[in-house]
């Protein structure tokens, strides 16, 4: 893997565009405050290149007010600006002195250049595209071979996924993409490129397109057929169970591979303490009855005695966070919990976190799956909307749930040598798997009633199954050794 040289010639960003930057940091998505920053300052500037067609590729770290943040500018003639930024209003950041500058990464020649920049010269390309999907980061492919992503919220330190990412591949995890470049300035990563998994598909996409071969023949109209008549997950032929048991073995082999390469930790007692005190906290501010519900579930965690190693998860497991190609599973983004502190992040824990995480996807995908088919079919206020149609979804939701989660499991317990990161018993396996999958919906719940209120009842819906005691993913973990109800997946 190539270590990217930073080449700036330094220099003030151009008159007038500093002060544009607090709108425009405001569209993005990646900036983390809400509304225009009050300040941004300039901490260190420059230009990066001159593409061979004019203008320059400007590079700035700002910050806004408190964190900072890199920027990736265009600086064209306003002339030729205009169509290089059409459809990509977002990105504009303004235009001062007959100069237009935007987001140098949705204009092609612009983003070869910093290709070329960030690689030393050592990496080029004919097309460059950037990927719309993001978030926190920035990501561009290139010639569909090559994805360089792009760090904006920077850290004083090493990037998670490029450092992880990297530590992975050297110990011989083969379910990562490789890594080509990585670009850093001092300590700080600025960006780093991975091998593109051209063709490839995420877990959630897979899973959605498994439930809809699961939903659409059963319930074609108001009247739902009964209990005998519906086919199980496990008859049809968008099955889903053996890609869930070949992702719970890679899963594990990611654990394996993360204890490897960062060790593991025997004494993380003070971090499971420190989970339970703030889920009982997060249930109290919910409500009480909630919390009051849920009080055996929390004596079950406090009796559990033997806690299993530590060791850096990935933090943030889900189905959109693996993606299926022709070779297999891959994980992707290390980074964690975008909303939880960097320091936190970086903690050791057990790795049923990652497990946890993975089984509450399964439920998501499950939930979203039936909601979707049903608002798409259905008239919701009229007759059959909470009948027998929402009856047989439901129950449909549950047995494709249930099944994958077993599979998963499955393959996880599975894999050789991952009892050795785990507690002995089976008791104590599922303990921390409820308890990690608590600390998951509230996270979720969380979420979901600050930027997505519609998907709230989700996470709500579990977390009540979980207080009140009526199941879980990890409930009844002890019998499940030795495979799936239906049958061995895959």
């Keep these: 893997m190539g270590e990217g040289r930073f080449c700036l010639v330094e220099g003030g960003l151009p008159p007038g565009l500093e002060g544009m930057l607090a ?9 983390a405050g809400t509304g225009a920053p009050s300040a941004v ?3 260190e500037s420059g230009a990066l290149s001159e593409p061979p067609t004019g203008g320059r590729l400007l590079w700035a770290v700002v910050a806004a007010p408190e964190d900072r943040y890199q920027l990736l500018l265009a600086e064209r003639a306003s002339d030729q600006a205009a169509d290089r930024v059409a459809g990509h209003e977002a990105a504009l950041v303004g235009s001062a002195g007959g100069r237009t500058y935007y987001d140098a990464t949705v204009d092609g020649e612009m983003a070869i250049a910093l290709l070329e920049a960030a690689s030393g010269g050592t990496e080029h390309a004919d097309i460059a595209r950037p990927l719309v999907a993001e978030q926190s980061n920035t990501s561009v492919v290139y ?15 090493p990037n998670l996924d490029a450092e992880v990412t990297t530590a992975l591949a050297r110990v011989g995890f083969a379910h990562v993409a490789r890594p080509v470049l990585r670009w850093r300035k001092g300590a700080t990563d600025l960006a780093f490129g991975q091998e593109y998994l051209a063709g490839g598909t995420d877990g959630w996409a897979l899973a959605l397109t498994s439930l809809r071969d699961l939903y659409a023949p059963e319930v074609t109209g108001s009247e739902a057929p009964t209990g005998e008549e519906v086919a199980g997950p496990g008859q049809k032929g968008g099955d889903f169970a053996g890609e869930a048991e070949r992702l719970g073995l890679v899963t ?10 960062f060790g593991t ?4 007692s003070s971090s499971w303490a420190r989970l339970l005190a703030s889920a009982e906290a997060e249930l109290q501010a919910i409500g ?5 519900a849920a009080q055996p579930l929390f004596q079950r965690f406090q009796a559990v005695s033997d806690l299993g190693l530590a060791l850096r998860p990935h933090g943030d497991y889900h189905l959109g ?5 022709d070779s297999g599973w891959y994980v992707l983004d290390f980074e964690g919990e975008p909303n939880r502190p960097v320091e936190e992040r970086l903690r050791a824990l057990s790795p049923m976190k990652d497990v946890a995480g993975m089984l509450r996807s399964f439920d998501y995908a499950a939930q979203f799956g039936a909601a979707q088919y049903r608002d798409a079919q259905f008239d919701l206020a009229g007759p059959g909307a909470g009948g027998p149609v929402a009856e047989t ?12 989660v077993e599979a998963f499991l499955h393959g996880y317990l599975g894999c050789s040598g991952i009892e050795e990161l785990l507690p002995a018993s089976a008791g104590d396996r599922e303990a921390l798997g409820l308890a990690f999958e608590l600390e998951k919906v509230l996270y979720e719940l969380s979420y979901e009633r600050a930027f997505r209120p519609g998907w709230a009842a989700i996470p709500l819906n579990a977390l009540r199954r979980l207080c009140e005691g009526l199941g879980g993913a990890f409930a009844g973990l002890a019998g499940r050794a030795g495979g799936v109800r239906e049958g061995k997946a895959g």
């Design 393 to 404: 979804l439901e129950s449909l939701a549950m047995a494709w749930e249930a099944r994958n």
């Design 252 to 261: 594990a082999e990611m654990h394996l591979s993360m204890a490897g390469a």
């Design 288 to 292: 009480p009855d909630l919390a009051r």
């Design 143 to 157: 010639d569909d071979r090559l994805i360089l992503k792009i760090f904006r919220r920077l850290s004083g330190g």
């Design 321 to 325: 966070q693996v993606m299926r190609t």
């Design 41 to 43: 300052s300039v901490l």
């Design 265 to 268: 930790s025997r004494d993380w």
């Design 23 to 31: 709108p425009y940091l405001a569209r993005q998505r990646w900036f």
